[in-house]
């Protein structure tokens, strides 16, 4: 059970578009299209962005997309808007009924 | 409008027990797994536990293994953490969520439990 890899931070200005990557094991995020990211500004509780590597729950703006490319999940923010500051995680399914998130990425809008 | 509650956190000396509760409300309970998640004070996200929608499923992560149990009383709409042989690095906020196929589709605001001398 260790945790996916995130750098701790990443910035972009108004309009730009910013990647955040994930990276795990063939036995998480490699093995399974259960990848999940999720969204906490200060003092909140989390909110899911982007389940199952790719997939929006309503409400979720379309400039939120998620992919996967073997060990690595990633999650691009197009368009930035200053209300998407805020930390980011990515969690996997890894078998056996556990879940595993990442350590975070602060996302800093310019 | 589902709604997921904690309660049940505070102060507890190391090697003290407590019990976490979550109330549900605002969907059918029984018809969803769900699980618990823990965040140290200005630290990232951890999963601790996690339980199928009748209780006859459950997981915990390896920090918490033997130490923690998880369950749940569906005819109260209710989560629960038992928590025993607790040590400094449990301090945290508590987070139960409703889990939809592997992701948490909600969460609740969390109770901070704090284990100090």
């Known amino acids: 059970q260790s945790a996916l890899t995130q750098l701790p931070s990443a910035s972009g200005s108004p309009g730009q578009s910013v990647t955040i990557s994930c990276t795990g094991t063939?036995?998480?995020?490699?093995?399974?299209?259960?990848v999940s990211w999720y969204q906490q500004h200060p003092g909140k509780a989390p909110k899911v962005m982007i389940y199952e590597v790719s997939k929006r729950p309503s409400g979720v703006p379309d400039r939120f997309s998620g992919y996967k490319s073997g060990n690595t999940a990633s999650l691009t923010v197009s368009g930035l808007q200053a209300e998407d500051e805020a930390d980011y995680y990515c969690s996997s399914y890894a078998g056996s009924n556990i879940v595993v998130f990442g350590g975070g990425t602060k996302l800093t809008v310019l | 409008e589902v709604q997921l509650v904690e309660s049940g956190g505070g102060v507890v000396r190391p090697g003290g027990s407590l019990r976490l509760s979550c109330a549900a409300s605002?969907?059918?309970?029984?018809?969803?797994?769900m699980s618990w998640v823990r965040q140290a004070p200005g630290k990232g996200l951890e999963w601790v536990s996690g339980i199928n929608w009748n209780g006859g499923t459950t997981a915990y992560a390896d920090s918490v293994k033997g130490r923690f149990i998880i369950s749940r009383d569906n005819a109260k709409n209710s989560l629960y953490l038992q928590m025993s042989s607790l040590r400094g690095e449990d301090t945290a906020f508590y987070h139960c969520?409703?889990?939809?196929?592997?992701?948490?589709?909600?969460w609740g605001q969390g109770t901070l439990v704090i284990v100090s001398s």
């Open positions: 063939s036995s998480d995020v490699g093995g399974y299209n259960y």
């Open positions: 605002g969907f059918t309970f029984d018809d969803y797994a």
């Open positions: 969520a409703r889990r939809s196929a592997w992701h948490l589709d909600y």
